[in-house]
């Protein structure tokens, strides 16, 4: 159990090391290389493109975070509730519609670069967040709803103070999924000159250089691993504030 505890905070310092000194770590990988090839990437530094391939997916994240959760409470408000099958529609077409197919309709339009690896992120990761914030507006106690309109509160105030507060975990849950979704995904945008680290990935696959493939999956497996972490500690945090967990 303590272990358990530890192991992020040790899985976080070692990807630090790694990302500051990574030729300190050309041992381990040095035998997935052939020819005497360079173990390390070194085109374009580590630490860099692991700062570039966080920023594009937390503004992703950020994005569809906001429009999944806005959308959620639009359609579970009367005046919105007709437009919940429309929402739902939309929402699931960036799951349903490849994010490599969105890059090849984004490019012409956009250009070459991050913009375009920015929409399809954005598409892939409002369904969760969506469908999460739906779940958690509609699965609320009764009673504590009809409290809250005892006490006067307005709808806003009632959304607010009570309603939210009690679907967070949810919600929280849904960014999770979209964050980790968001971070395997964004390797794709190196296709087009997106700077994240699939651009170490795609090397190693150009170049029949195993090493630089595993380096970049381990960078991203890691982080993956970090963000669930965190955000799981989120969630759960949440869940005892709403008063859902013991």
Do not use: C, K
């Not at 090839?37 to 966080?54: D, E, F, G, K, N």
Request: aromatic fraction near 6%; avoid cysteine.
């Amino acid at each position: 159990m303590r272990a358990g505890r530890f192991l992020p905070g040790l899985a976080a310092l070692f990807l630090l090391v790694f990302l500051l000194t990574p030729d300190s770590f050309a041992f381990l990988f040095r035998p997935l290389t052939r020819n005497n090839a360079p173990a390390i990437y070194h085109q374009t530094a580590l630490l860099r493109l692991t700062v570039s391939h966080l920023s594009i997916v937390a503004i992703a994240v950020i994005a569809s975070g906001l429009v999944g959760i806005v959308l959620g409470i639009l359609v579970t408000r009367p005046r919105g509730r007709e437009f919940l099958p429309l929402a739902r529609s939309v929402t699931a077409i960036g799951q349903t519609f490849p994010p490599v197919a969105v890059l090849a309709l984004a490019v012409p339009v956009m250009g070459f670069g991050t913009a375009p690896t920015l929409v399809a992120l954005f598409l892939y990761g409002l369904l969760p967040v969506f469908e999460n914030t739906l779940a958690g507006l509609t699965d609320q106690p009764a009673e504590i709803l009809e409290a809250a309109r005892g006490m006067g509160l307005t709808p806003l105030q009632r959304l607010w103070h009570v309603e939210l507060p009690l679907a967070l975990p949810l919600i929280i849950s849904g960014i999770r999924l979209t964050a980790v979704i968001s971070l395997g995904t964004a390797t794709i945008g190196s296709t087009v000159a997106a700077p994240t680290l699939g651009e170490v990935i795609i090397a190693g696959l150009l170049s029949s250089n195993t090493a630089y493939v595993a380096q970049g999956g381990l960078v991203v497996s890691i982080l993956a691993v970090l963000i669930h972490h965190g955000l799981s500690a989120a969630e759960t945090n949440a869940a005892r504030a709403a008063g859902r967990v013991g």
